[in-house]
């Protein structure tokens, strides 16, 4: 029922109004706002009614082709994907706000407004807001893990909560490396992604270790280093601090 929505007005026409805002976003005129994931977005219809006028107008808010919300005879009406997280206020430029974003709340927007004429609906307003949703990947962070064999060091590199999926490489001048126990994951609520990956190396040697994560045309990276000379005083400090620990009280 809720999707086979009347428009009151020909397809034929319609057709040719989607079109113009088509050729509208095509001239750069088109209203861009740009947020992440769990925000909130305040998307604007650039049209202002008068209290008296509501009842006699139809506001229609659609997302590409499903409908968002729409406000008849002074009813609002949110469609389910959008319910409990979407309302409008009507006294500042019929703007639609939208909390807790999705990813899949990607789109370009519609804001229709119909205006009672001798008894039939006629198009008095149409805007068109394109929301674009990031989620990008933070740094990746290192930790270092415990040797799995004596020389050999393990190193873990990882991070979350972006899109689209990630791809992980280890490097060191520019070359790559083998990575060991790369795991990648998607939250079914968010969609967002985490990776790690793993990476082993002989301790005996300075080491600097790039780890790539590369998502769309993003990347982000972490380099880690390891020298010897600092590694053996570090390895000195962990052992006066284990003789402190098992001297006497
Ligand atoms: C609509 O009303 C709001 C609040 O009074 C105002 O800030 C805004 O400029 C008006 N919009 C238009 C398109 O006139
Ligand atoms: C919206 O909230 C009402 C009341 O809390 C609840 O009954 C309904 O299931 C919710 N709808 C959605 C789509 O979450
Ligand atoms: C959002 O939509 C734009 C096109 O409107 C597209 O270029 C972009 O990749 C989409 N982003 C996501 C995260 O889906
Ligand atoms: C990576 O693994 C492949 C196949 O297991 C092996 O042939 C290659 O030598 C390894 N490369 C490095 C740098 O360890
Ligand atoms: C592989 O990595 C995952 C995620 O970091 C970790 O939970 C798991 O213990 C690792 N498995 C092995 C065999 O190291
Ligand atoms: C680590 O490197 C040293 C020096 O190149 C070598 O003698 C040793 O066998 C290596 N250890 C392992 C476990 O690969
Ligand atoms: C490792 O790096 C340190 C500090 O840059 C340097 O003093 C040392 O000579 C290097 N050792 C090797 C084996 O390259």
Redesign the pocket.
Known sequence: MCHTLKWGMPLPKLFQLLVLAGLFDFCSGIIQVTKTVKEIAVLSC???ISTEELTRVRIYWQKDNEMVLAVMSGKVRVWPKYENRTFTDV???LCIVILALRLSDNGTYTCVVQKQEKGSYKLEHLTAVKLLIKADFPVPSITAHESPSPNIKRIRCSTSGGFPEPHLSWLENGEELNATNTTLSQDPDTELYTISSELDFNMTGNHSFTCLVKYGDLTVSQTFNWQIRLAARQRRKEESREMERISPI
């Open positions: 650039d049209y202002n006294t500042n430029n």
